[in-house]
């Protein structure tokens, strides 16, 4: 646990707020102090940031606690800018959550049977995030496995901090949004407690039979579902998937994410894309998200198991990968929640491979390397070496 002196400066901010979950405020021989469970730190208050606190998280919020600096004998101004900068270095630190503002505007949807709602400060913050999921995707009903997670985004000096169910959870800047509640959407998705496995995969569909995808960043694994998209099959997602306990696959529908070096790919394919905002992922990759009107994220037994490979001038072709070797590349890229496979899991794996094809496919070119894949589907003898 850590120890920290806080003084009441930090940035401007004017909103509503009160103590975050698992924040409480406490006396020690009359030194003022304010200790988070989240972060596990106790945080030593001087006596204006504790007269601001009190006041602050008391019934008069806000003007309250500028009333009393100004009895204090403070000028308006400078009560003023106490207050909003100890309210926004607190919003910050986590150790405040913005109210709920009832007549904001939200977003909410369901994915990877979990509920996500959010909020945002201004309309194209909310489209951004709109933008994650393929527009059939939303909407909230029965089936759920829990509560809602409820995601906020507030603007503190032109930076955006991030709560969930009133907890910080981050901060970035404007054109980091999106993919930074797509990070967080998908660590639920990876938490929680569930009986499927999550592999590193997109997942297609053709003829009620999925296709998943699977490789390293970089191996086109977006790219080349947008690709067999624009010839018939179904999207399941670009990034991860669900193996069921019976060994059905199920994606995530995520939106497909596209870097800036495939745009022009993608243009004869996703023209829209040309006008598509441009996301900052936090490791720097510049993206934007390719508008779906629909997805295909139901169970479905697994035919094919393709593990991608690119290889520069290299003409597709399929080499034949025996049922231990997919294994075992299985095993490395699954997550489960504990962070181990346990032999249900192993079963789980071994039952959706029962019946499937599993095969690693060498390609430059997408587009070649889709058309080698719908050959492959349709029961076209491929080249193997």
Same mark, same amino acid.
């Given at each position: ?26 006396? @020690? ?8 469970? +989240? ?33 204090? +004998? ?38 990877? =049977?979990?509920? @996500? ?25 029965? =089936? ?21 169910? =009133?907890?910080?959870?981050? =901060? ?72 069921a306990p019976d060994g059905a696959v199920a994606g ?11 745009? &022009? ?18 490791? +720097? ?47 490395? +890229?699954?997550?489960?929640? &504990? ?47």
């Open positions: 646990m850590r120890l920290e002196t806080f003084d009441a400066v930090g940035t401007k901010a004017a909103l509503a707020a009160r103590p975050a979950p698992g924040v409480v405020f406490a006396l @020690f021989d009359g030194q003022p102090t304010l200790f988070c469970e +989240g972060d596990q730190t106790l945080y030593a208050l001087n006596d204006m940031a504790a007269l601001i606190w009190c006041r602050l998280t008391g019934e008069g919020g806000a003007p309250e606690a500028r009333a009393r600096l100004l009895e204090a +004998g403070l000028e308006p101004a400078a009560a003023a800018r106490y207050v909003d900068d100890a309210l926004g270095d607190w919003l910050r630190r986590g150790l405040l959550r913005p109210d709920d503002r009832r007549e904001a505007a939200r977003l909410a949807f369901g994915l990877g =049977g979990l509920a @996500f709602s959010f909020e945002a400060p201004r309309p194209e913050d909310l489209r951004a995030i709109a933008a994650l999921f393929p527009r059939a995707a939303g909407g909230l009903g029965a =089936g759920f496995a829990a509560e809602p997670a409820h995601f906020q985004a507030i603007e503190l000096d032109g930076a955006l901090q991030i709560f969930r169910n =009133g907890r910080r959870v981050g =901060g970035c800047d404007g054109d980091q949004l999106a993919p930074t509640i797509k990070t967080l959407v998908t660590e639920d998705v990876l938490a929680r407690e569930r009986p499927e496995i999550v592999v590193h995969a997109a997942c297609m569909v053709w003829r009620d039979r999925a296709a998943l995808l699977s490789g390293p960043p970089g191996a086109g694994k977006t790219t080349l579902a947008l690709q067999l998209a624009a010839r018939g099959f179904g999207y399941g997602g670009d990034d991860i998937a669900l193996i995530v529908p995520f939106a497909p994410t596209v870097k800036s070096g495939a745009w &022009d790919v993608i243009d004869p394919l996703r023209p829209e894309l040309r006008g598509a905002p441009a996301h900052r992922r936090p490791d +720097g990759q510049i993206v934007k998200y390719a508008a779906l009107d629909a997805a295909n994220p139901a169970p479905h037994p697994l035919r094919w198991l393709v593990f991608l490979r690119r290889q520069a001038g290299a003409a597709p072709h399929v080499v034949a990968l025996d049922t231990v070797e997919a294994m075992r590349r299985l095993i490395a +890229g699954a997550h489960a929640p &504990d962070g181990r496979l346990t032999l249900t899991g192993f079963h789980t794996l071994r039952r959706m491979l029962a019946g499937a094809a599993t095969l690693e496919l060498v390609y430059e070119r997408s587009a070649e390397a889709a058309d080698a894949l719908c050959e492959l589907c349709n029961g076209i003898e491929p080249r193997f070496s």
